[in-house]
């Protein structure tokens, strides 16, 4: 059977643009953000909407690097010094807010009747919020430069973190139910191969990254920049990827590393028509793949649920920015945003 890729066409590409055009003006007109505009757009036009486009991992695939390209530009704006200087926020707040939160969830899930391991996975995933979501949020309204932002920054950077362990943990849980003669890379070498991978990024950022744009400068055209920047971060990004760690995070450590580079305005402007076009199709891939046959299915298990996670998760989060000092409003802000849950749970 040929593949979607093969047949998607220019009506396609005509389908999305029109819809996102729409959607997103509409969305945006009332109050609601780009980003539910574009969800609701690719529900209207995924196979269990108007069926346009059958195959959305087809498109998801592709417009996943329009997240890797958002988080490199947003590294871009972070200097090391400043990085460094949340180091208390990353590690405290985002511990505090993952654990406790992880912890009330799978309580909640426990209560509900089902295995102490199930409630745990199902919490956890729920417990990781969506980068791309919050930061696109944080983008429109004009806040990812301000403390409060950054604070939020700092949080999904910690999550992004807390990658590696939940993955070794869920690992361990599925091999003590279900074993297996062969349990996979241990964790101590997944560890130490991401750590090596970070450690080699830093290194070539730092002694690497600025001789050879200064050299392309001299000697290629536009063109090779662009083409060089987008290296940097799909080679970043890849890497990390790579040993377990996200996407996210090898771009923004891409950006972060190039932030102190005299070519960082022309980088931003390179590649920043990529990234608004890609994120965009990626909100719209996500909402393709939506199945609304689930929901109309067993609606009210989905509701209660869903309710019931995001008010406890609102709650704790709520709950530790007050213990850590926040402002009512911070706390506020920051419970919202980060009561949905992410794509990592899938």
Do not use: C
Not at 40 to 59: N, R, W
Not at 184 to 213: E, H, I, K, Q, S
Not at 253 to 274: I, K, W
Not at 304 to 328: C, D, E, N, P, Q
């Amino acid at each position: 059977m040929a593949s979607e890729a093969a047949t998607l066409g220019l009506g396609h590409v005509t389908a999305l643009l029109a819809a996102g055009v729409v959607a997103v003006s509409v969305a945006r007109k009332i109050g609601l953000g780009s980003v539910l505009g574009y969800l609701l757009a690719g529900v209207a036009l995924g196979p269990f909407g108007l069926a346009v486009v059958k195959e959305p991992q087809v498109i998801l695939h592709v417009a996943e690097f329009g997240v890797v390209i958002f988080l490199f530009i947003i590294g871009l704006e972070m200097r090391p010094s400043r990085l460094w200087a949340m180091k208390g926020e990353i590690f405290g707040l985002g511990t505090a807010q993952v654990l406790l939160s992880g912890l009330v969830l799978t309580l909640i899930a426990y209560a509900s009747g089902v295995s102490l391991a199930v409630a745990f996975v199902g919490a956890m995933g729920f417990v990781m919020s969506s980068t791309a979501v919050i930061m696109q949020m944080l983008e429109e309204r004009g806040q990812l430069a301000t403390p409060g932002g950054r604070r939020a920054v700092s949080i999904l950077l910690f999550e992004d973190l807390a990658i590696v362990p939940l993955l070794a943990i869920v690992a361990l849980i599925g091999a003590r139910m279900v074993p297996v003669e062969d349990s996979g890379t241990p964790f101590w070498m997944t560890a130490g191969l991401a750590v090596a991978a970070v450690v080699g990024v830093l290194v070539a950022g730092r002694y690497l990254v600025n001789p050879v744009f200064g050299f392309m400068a001299r000697n290629g055209g536009r063109e090779v920049m662009t083409a060089a920047a987008l290296l940097v971060v799909a080679g970043t990004a890849w890497l990390l990827d790579s040993v377990g760690l996200s996407m996210a995070m090898g771009a923004f450590l891409a950006g972060v590393l190039l932030s102190d580079s005299t070519f960082r305005h022309q980088l931003e402007a390179d590649v920043e028509p990529f990234r608004a076009i890609l994120l965009g199709l990626f909100f719209l891939s996500v909402g393709m793949a939506l199945d609304l046959s689930v929901v109309v299915n067993q609606w009210q298990m989905v509701l209660a649920g869903l309710a019931a996670f995001m008010i406890a998760k609102a709650t704790v989060i709520y709950a530790v920015g007050r213990l850590l000092k926040a402002s009512h409003s911070e706390a506020m802000e920051r419970a919202t945003l980060f009561a949905q849950g992410g794509e990592f749970a899938f």
